[in-house]
T-cell receptor
Framework: DAGVIQSPRHEVTEMGQEVTLRCKPI?????LFWYRQTMMRGLELLIY????????DSGMPEDRFSAKMPNASFSTLKIQPSEPRDSAVYFC??????????????FGDGTRLSIL | GIQVEQSPPDLILQEGANSTLRCNFS?????LQWFHQNPWGQLINLFY???GTKQNGRLSATTVATERYSLLYISSSQTTDSGVYFC??????????????FGTGTRLLVSP
């Protein structure tokens, strides 16, 4: 079975440009999560969706960040305009609930983003 | 919010040695996962273990939720075990809220 698929794997762009990260969750999973990993802050949750609806975006750093999930098999995380401090690895994860019990989250390979 | 502490922060082993990694958490949790982040940056699921003991090959894990800790055992370590091991916990099952809070990790280096 295909896991969580993220694209691109690497992105290098100049400050001020728009960046779009993409994620395809595992089929049948109804929860999707976006995380960011930095040396300073470790792994932190940015936002998560349930049934394509954003549930908690309290981790989104500022208005330059936005996330969408137009359907069950696709989500985007957009940064506009990008800044050097946004450089990090961004992970997407997905999971589901089974009879009221949360199941483990499965992570994609991440997108390594560098803003020059 | 909940605090997740992992120890030791760094560990160096000779190939073939055994080790125990610890994860302490500050509040009741409903779920706990162990991950291995390999040198390529991939986060690999090791265990989903809200309580009890599980084994997978040379790895095993035990969570004692009532005492708020989990242990990851690595036996007969191999160089491919190198990387960072993360513990992550989750709360608020009643509301269906799924938020994993990660520890700071244990960095493991296994030398040949």
């Amino acid at each position: 079975d295909a896991g969580v698929i993220q694209s691109p794997r690497h992105e290098v762009t100049e400050m001020g440009q728009e960046v779009t990260l993409r994620c395809k969750p595992i089929s049948g999973h109804d929860y999707l999560f976006w995380y960011r990993q930095t040396m300073m802050r470790g792994l932190e949750l940015l936002i998560y969706f349930n049934n394509n609806v954003p549930i908690d975006d309290s981790g989104m750093p500022e208005d330059r960040f936005s996330a969408k999930m137009p359907n069950a098999s696709f989500s985007t995380l957009k940064i506009q305009p990008s800044e050097p401090r946004d450089s990090a690895v961004y992970f997407c994860a997905s999971s589901f609930r089974d009879r009221g019990s949360n199941q483990p989250q499965h992570f994609g390979d991440g997108t390594r983003l560098s803003i020059l | 919010g909940i605090q997740v502490e992992q120890s030791p922060p760094d560990l160096i082993l000779q190939e073939g040695a055994n080790s125990t990694l610890r994860c302490n958490f500050s509040d009741s949790v409903n779920n706990l996962q162990w991950f291995h982040q390999n040198p390529w940056g991939q986060l690999i699921n090791l265990f989903y273990i809200p309580s009890g003991t599980k084994q997978n090959g040379r790895l095993s894990a035990t969570t004692v939720a009532t005492e708020r800790y989990s242990l990851l055992y690595i036996s007969s370590s191999q160089t491919t075990d190198s990387g960072v091991y993360f513990c992550a916990v989750e709360r608020d099952r009643d509301t269906g809220f799924q938020k994993l809070v990660f520890g700071t990790g244990t960095r493991l280096l296994v030398s040949p």
